[in-house]
């Protein structure tokens, strides 16, 4: 029997053949279909309604009060009201507030003079008489810039640092205009094992005009400066001087006749100072004589106390644990504060410890208070605005008493937030360990879709980052794009985060450094063994259904899922990732890897683009033409790989949008909705049964 096909079923027929309608809209989940997905990442990205109103008081300096600047209302015109610390109310009057000194101290100690820029040089303007006085002549033919502007204590003497890029290799990017003649312009970029940025310090005697250049050593592939500052009421200049790999670490003392001494030096095998400086600079304690310096020379990030000479003097942190963060020193009460988090790496507390040496840390957040903490100290450390949030609740702002941790006022509390919060966190977020072996437990946290029913399997949608710059596995709001995940996993889908080895997590230095030498194959490991372990724990992970995506180098990580554990993961959605880490900039990635002339093999195993022919599932790159970071040239080149090797992939390029994605209206939530459409349509949301 013939079967007659009407026009309408022709029609149709050429329709599905040319991919002219969208084969998957009845998968679609009806949160998708009737725009409430759309509505709540606008009111994520472009009405902001998830974050925190910003909390900025500002202490006086003798710390009887805090100044907030905050809008009448009536008018809305904005105010500053004074509050006394004891009782956290208005002051009747305003008190007599002295001015705090200039924040980049270019108005000398005495106030007479004002160091200022004309046409990238330097003057010196006597604001009495306001004549100006040259400084500095910069060389016409080099692309020099001059910055750490600082007046030493007695008035004579100006600290300055130079930075030469003549020779750093420039990169041509296309300048949004006429389409048909774009302009042109030209960008620095030292990228792996190409030439960097040259450093110079210098002293200036302000009256003779004199300037004095450091004999700091440097070598042929050059060096990075950490801090660069006078010693208070000194006369002395401290430069710390970190090698091209930051493997070495030196402070210096230098006067304004040019001598100098090295007070500290560390060494690693592999870094002293990661990509997040937690380690960088130091703090002054005892008038100078001694200062306190993190190191991780134990395998641990500890706190030690040396003399000014350079003798260690005292381990301030004892303990296999790692000081997250520094807080604060209160030398009056011989205590130093800092932020720790012993038995768990997804959060962080405020500890003191003696700064004598002797006696145990004190944990000075409540214990009954999970969650990340933060506090802005008094001048004389009495008291704070202490800031708490978990993952699911939205934080608040109260000034605390440190003795006892005594609440005087919540003065942020963030209501409509945390009303918004409960209407949007149907289930408690689920922190886990996975353990896979070895010694190895990786944190990792699991968000459950609205209308999670346990008894049911749910896919998998994996966000990644992985690397040595920032955990994703936090107990706080905000944290690991949590406020777009949601949206995510309310459509269907287990969405699920988890911090391998090599992530800054305070887990010891072996932890941290477990990825030296090449970035990518020990992350994919850890992640494909842990989504195995949590499928393991939890029956209602579905894991023959599991998505990845990532940012940056979450997006590098989702090419080595996609590529090198094919059959772990079958839809990835790389963001601006880096398949070439060879091009990519010599501050980051010669941290962990050194150069591709030093260390072949790790940049062989690193990049994804070697690893592409094991693509089988679906990919989605989405980068943007206006790339200063893994700019556009990384991807194309594994563009043109997937072709040349027949692979079907998907390809969003945002015209002239930099790393974050986000200029031009509207750009955000597009990001996300492309993200979200991509995850539907091949990965489709829902739980099945078992």
């Not at 409430?36 to 309604?49: A, H, M, Q």
């Not at 706190?303 to 644990?321: I, K, Q």
């Amino acid at each position: 029997m013939n079967r007659i096909l009407t026009l309408p079923s022709v029609l149709s027929a050429v329709m599905l053949l040319c991919g002219l309608t969208d084969l998957s809209a009845q998968q679609m989940p009806q949160a998708w279909v009737d725009g409430t997905t759309l509505e709540r990442l606008k009111s994520v990205y472009e009405r902001n309604e998830f974050r925190a109103d910003d909390f900025e008081a500002t202490w006086l300096p003798d710390s009887s009060g805090y100044a907030l600047l905050q809008k009448e209302p009536g008018s809305g015109k904005s105010t500053t009201i004074y509050y006394n610390v004891e009782t956290g109310k208005p002051f009747d009057s305003h008190p007599n507030v002295e001015q705090s000194p200039n924040p980049r101290r270019l108005i000398s100690p005495d106030g007479t003079l004002k160091l200022e820029f004309q046409d990238r040089d330097v003057f010196v303007r006597n604001l009495e008489t306001d004549n100006v006085t040259r400084l500095t002549n910069r060389a016409p033919d080099r692309d020099i810039s001059f910055r750490g502007l600082s007046w030493c204590a007695d008035g004579k003497h100006v600290s300055i640092i130079e930075t030469d890029q003549t020779d750093v290799k420039q990169r041509s990017m296309l300048v949004p205009g006429d389409p048909s003649y774009p302009g042109i312009r030209e960008q620095r970029f030292a990228r792996v094992g190409g030439q960097i940025a040259t450093h110079r310090v210098g002293i200036i005697d302000v009256e003779s005009r004199n300037l004095l250049w450091l004999a700091i050593e440097s070598p042929d592939e050059g060096f990075y400066l950490g801090m660069v500052e006078w010693v208070e009421d000194s006369q002395e200049l401290l430069i710390e001087r970190l090698s091209r790999s930051r493997d070495v670490r030196e402070f210096f003392l230098a006067t304004p006749d040019g001598e100098m001494k090295r007070i500290f030096h560390e060494t690693d095998p592999a870094w002293v100072v990661a990509s997040q400086g937690k380690n960088s600079g130091l703090v002054w304690i005892r008038d100078g004589k001694e200062f306190i310096v993190i190191s991780e020379k134990d395998g641990w990030r500890h706190a030690f106390v040396y003399s000014r000479d350079g003798e260690e003097l005292s381990l301030l942190t004892p303990g296999e644990y790692d000081l997250i963060d520094r807080a604060i020193v209160d030398e009056a009460n011989g205590w130093y504060y800092f932020y720790a988090s012993p038995q768990n790496a997804t959060e962080k507390y405020l500890y003191r410890v003696s700064l004598d040496g002797s006696g145990e840390s004190q944990r000075i957040t409540p214990p009954n208070q999970p969650g990340t903490h933060d506090y802005d100290f008094s001048p004389d450390a009495k008291w704070a605005f202490h800031t708490v949030s978990t993952f699911d609740t939205p934080p608040i702002v109260e000034l605390v008493e440190m003795a006892g941790h005594r609440t005087i006022a919540v003065v942020q509390s963030n209501e409509e937030l945390h009303q918004l919060a409960n209407s949007v966190v149907h289930h408690p977020t689920e922190f886990l360990q996975l353990d896979i072996g070895n010694e190895v437990s990786m944190d990792a946290w699991m968000i459950k879709p609205k209308d999670f029913d346990e008894s049911k399997r749910y896919p998998v949608f994996v966000y990644v980052y992985g690397e040595p710059h920032a955990q994703t596995v936090l107990n706080s709001w905000g944290a690991g794009q949590s406020h777009f995940l949601r949206v995510v996993a309310d459509l269907g889908y287990l969405v699920v985060s988890i911090d391998n080895r090599g992530t800054p997590a305070p887990k010891g230095a072996d932890w941290r450094r477990a990825i030296f030498g090449s970035l990518g194959p020990l992350s994919t490991d850890e992640q494909a063994a842990g989504l195995k372990e949590l499928g393991r724990l939890r029956s209602f992970v579905d894991l023959s259904r599991v998505g990845i995506w990532g940012w940056s180098g979450g997006g590098s990580n989702t090419l080595n899922a996609m590529f090198r554990k094919p059959d772990d993961y079958h839809v990835g959605i790389a963001v601006v990732p880096k398949p070439q880490p060879h091009l990519y900039n010599a501050w980051f990635q010669e941290i962990y890897m050194r150069t591709r002339e030093s260390n072949p093999d790790g940049y062989q195993r690193s990049a994804p683009i070697h690893f592409a022919e094991g693509l089988k599932g679906k990919l989605l790159i989405v980068t943007g033409s206006g790339e200063t970071n893994t700019h556009i040239q990384i991807i194309e080149g594994l563009v043109d790989r997937l072709i040349e090797l027949g692979k079907p992939f998907d390809y969003m390029v945002y015209p002239n949008r930099d790393h974050g994605l986000r200029e031009g209206t509207g750009t955000l939530v597009h990001v996300r909705m492309l993200i979200t459409r991509y995850l539907l349509q091949n990965l489709p949301a829902g739980p099945r049964a078992r």
